[in-house]
């Protein structure tokens, strides 16, 4: 018999009990061995939910409970839940967890203490759901050296520039559909400002890297400044734009980022509409590879939890090791990184404003939306993001165009 405790019993918590008395049969075949939830710790009463009947408010039951074999932390945040987390794997019992904000910022330790207590720290759902990404990195492709990692990470922004896209409506008209259909919260901004995405491809970085990324050092810009004019200029190329999180690693110039980015079609990851979630690896035999799904929601992610708590069970007594060190991973400036960029700029005279972007570009290709609102778009040559800074800024000061209303990177 195994006994777990789940902490916090809130949608993730109550997914996890119910995936387990739903498909126990099934599961436990897989774990070899019966489960029962022996604790469910959370604040608040719920007399009308069987759970009451195992329901503590205090976790020093748990802790103090030498027959709890797995601790699953889905409470969220970083208090209590790392003390909660470390303190239980100290005690010898293994933790499952799908929190990412815990995973990204102290991911090594907890990793580190789970080794030395021959127990297992395992966090499936942390990145991406109920898409399987951190058991694959870890067992499955190790043969690989990955060169590239680009996802989608967050359904929120997904689904409102998906909207955004299909409807042409603005920004603050899709965030307030978002938030009444429960996809953002009412202060969305770890989503829309990028911090979601942010922790989750520093945790991916951290594992293909073996190194750990903090999370501050990663330029993240959100989707807070994309407008439905953008969308009919992307929509015009052909293309899709996704709040795209990307690290590359195919040379010693390691970088990562979060932001905005402009997709073109021949790219898988294009057609990853509405909520869901996609992440595409480059693997240096295997090639592109790419894990699509359900990034979030309650079962998705319960499910995830479900299966680490089978490895947990499955491996009690054999800490089954993780290449994450504590050395840390410098990431490059982001500024020597080559890129290419879709601008948006307002003008005076077409005439003058084209000629003097050909003459501080050299190659751009012009979009105009056929409407006279005295602007137009160009894309630019790739080249060093910093050089292109400069050249936004001695474009405006020029005077060849009225303004820089945006611009936005292109993904190839």
Known sequence: ?????????????????????????????????????????????????????ILTHDFEDIINDDTIDVVVEVMGGTKPAFDFVKR??????????????????????????????????????????????????????????????????????????????????????????????????????????????????????????????????????????????????????????KLLASADLSTENIWARVAPTIIMQENPLSSVNDVFNAILLEGNMLGEVMFYGKGAGKLATAAAVVSDIVEAIKHKGINLGVNWSKEKQELSDINEVEVRELVRVSYEDENKAKEGIISLFGEAAFIDLDENDDEFAFLTRKMREGSLKEKLGSLERSGSVKKVLNNIRVEG
């Open 88 to 241: 239980s794997l100290e005690a010898g019992k293994s933790v499952c967890t799908s929190n990412k904000e815990l995973v990204a910022a102290h991911g090594d330790e907890l990793m580190a203490i789970a080794q030395e207590n021959n127990v297992n720290f395992l966090f499936e759902a942390s990145v991406g759901g109920g898409i399987p990404i951190i058991r694959p990195i870890n067992r499955s492709i190790t043969s690989d050296k990955i060169l590239k990692i680009m996802g989608i990470l967050n359904g929120t922004t997904n689904y409102m520039l998906t909207k955004m896209s299909r409807e042409g409506l603005d920004y603050g008209d899709v965030l307030k559909d978002a938030q009444q259909k429960g996809y953002a919260e009412r202060n969305p901004a770890a989503d829309v400002e990028g911090f979601d995405a942010c922790r989750k491809i520093a945790i991916l970085t951290s594992l293909a890297t073996g190194k750990r990324v903090d999370f501050n050092d990663i330029p993240t810009e959100g989707i807070t400044n994309i407008g439905k004019k953008d969308i009919e200029y992307v929509n015009k190329m052909g293309a899709s734009i």
């Open 1 to 53: 018999m195994a006994n777990i405790a789940v902490l916090g019993y809130g949608t993730v918590g109550s997914g996890v009990v119910e995936v387990i008395n739903t498909n126990r049969k099934n599961i436990e075949s897989k774990a070899n061995d019966n489960i029962n939830i022996k604790y469910v710790l959370d604040l608040r009463e719920f007399p009308d939910d069987p759970v009451q009947k």
